[in-house]
């Protein structure tokens, strides 16, 4: 295996801006890392907007995750966190907003404990495309699926509170 090239950009981006550099949990802390990014770009953000971002996220992310792991030798290696943010970005899509900025903040870590939840847990079928779909479509499809089953999770407990 060899190890990433931050000066490469694409490695770069695929280890989430270096988030996923650390040794334990680096798909925690890739995801972590997503979120001040979200704060600062897409909290509120326009709806078509929002969806461009991760149209054109996963599309980039299927090229830059393909790639980085083609460079390491290592299929999906643990430090390419891409994918975490793309899904959680998704998971957060239609987060709900109160006027309270406890409330907001609650419905926030829910909804990043639900995609880490999902994309660790790896239910049907987020767990068999984690295992036959390779390459770079492969390391984001899973997590994608981990952020819609979060969504619906999300907005399900939304709309009963």
């Known amino acids: 295996m060899t190890p990433a090239n931050m000066k490469n950009p694409i490695h770069l981006l695929a280890f989430?801006?270096?988030s996923g550099l650390v040794k334990k949990a680096?798909?925690?802390f890739g995801t972590l890392a997503a979120v001040p990014v979200w704060w600062l770009f897409l909290d509120g953000a326009p709806l078509?907007?929002?969806l461009g971002v991760l149209i054109a996220?996963?599309?980039?992310?299927?090229?830059?995750c393909e790639i980085t792991s083609r460079d390491m030798g290592v299929h999906d290696h643990g430090g390419i966190v891409w994918d975490e943010w793309i899904g959680v970005w998704l998971t957060l899509l239609w987060l709900p907003n109160s006027d309270s900025a406890m409330?907001?903040?609650?419905w926030l870590a829910y909804g990043?404990?639900?995609?880490?939840f999902f994309d660790i847990l790896k239910p049907w079928p987020i767990k068999?495309?984690?295992?036959?779909?390779?390459?770079?479509f492969g390391i984001m499809i899973d997590d994608v699926l981990a952020g819609v089953f979060a969504l619906l999770v999300l907005?399900?407990?939304?709309?009963i509170v």
């Open 48 to 50: 078509s907007a929002y």
């Open 155 to 159: 907005q399900g407990t939304a709309f």
């Open 128 to 136: 068999w495309l984690d295992q036959k779909v390779h390459g770079g």
């Open 57 to 64: 996220g996963f599309a980039l992310g299927v090229v830059i």
């Open 103 to 106: 409330a907001n903040l609650g």
């Open 16 to 18: 989430g801006l270096g």
């Open 112 to 116: 990043v404990a639900l995609f880490r």
């Open 26 to 28: 680096p798909g925690t």
